[in-house]
């Protein structure tokens, strides 16, 4: 099957809760999540993290920390999405381009390190949050472009789904997202008109 344009995935796209037992692939789960991590983020930081949980126990374990949502426990590959910004400043010399002269990338680790150092962790892992939400958008329509269904959910305790996974005390969890292949065509889409949500001044 050849992968949709953006816009036919954009188009595509809509949230869905049964799954066909078609497997979801390594090589293309792998695609989509790199396909993900391309998302923009400030001072190339990348704080989001992907679990991919296939083990239908575990799986079991989440259905039950997401207040009982199906799509839990039927999808074929549950995307769990934290942000780890602990991690991320760790690793954040890696994350510095190449291309940059030494001494730049060196004021530039010091530079986001001192920003960060300086927050309540709270607001630290609150910023991370709102980077990870636009590597989910990244996710749900590179999913949809290699012919996945996906429901991104919000509705979940996170606590006990950082504990289910061993997740890092510090981490916040924005998204549950189930991916498969769709056994139901979902909800035709329904949005505002662009002249509800774009004002040109």
Same mark, same amino acid.
């Given at each position: ?7 036919? %995935?954009? @188009? ?14 390594? %090589? ?65 010399? @890696? ?7 030494? %001494? ?37 329509? %590179? ?40 056994? @139901? ?17």
């Amino acid at each position: 099957m050849s992968e949709l344009t953006v816009s036919a %995935a954009i @188009e595509a796209r809509r949230s869905i809760r049964t799954f066909t037992d078609a497997p979801v692939p390594d %090589a293309d789960l792998t695609a989509i999540v790199t396909l993900a991590g391309r998302a923009p983020s400030a001072w190339n930081v990348q704080p989001w993290r992907y679990v991919a949980v296939r083990d239908p126990a575990i799986k079991a374990r989440l259905m039950g920390a997401a207040y009982g949502q199906a799509q839990v426990g039927a999808a074929p590959v549950l995307l769990v999405v934290y942000s780890d910004m602990v991690g991320a400043l760790e690793v954040l010399p @890696e994350a510095a381009h190449p291309g940059m002269p030494q %001494a730049a990338r060196d004021g530039m680790v010091a530079q986001v390190r001192g920003i960060f150092g300086g927050m309540p962790p709270a607001m630290a892992e609150g910023w991370g949050n709102a980077q990870s939400y636009i590597s989910i958008g990244f996710l749900l329509l %590179a999913a949809q472009s290699h012919g996945y269904a996906t429901s991104p959910m919000l509705g979940f305790d996170a606590a006990a789904v950082k504990e289910i996974l061993g997740l890092p005390a510090n981490a916040t969890v924005p998204a549950l997202v189930a991916m498969g292949v769709a056994a @139901e065509d979902g909800f035709p889409t329904h949005r505002f008109p662009v002249d509800r949500i774009l004002r040109t001044v």
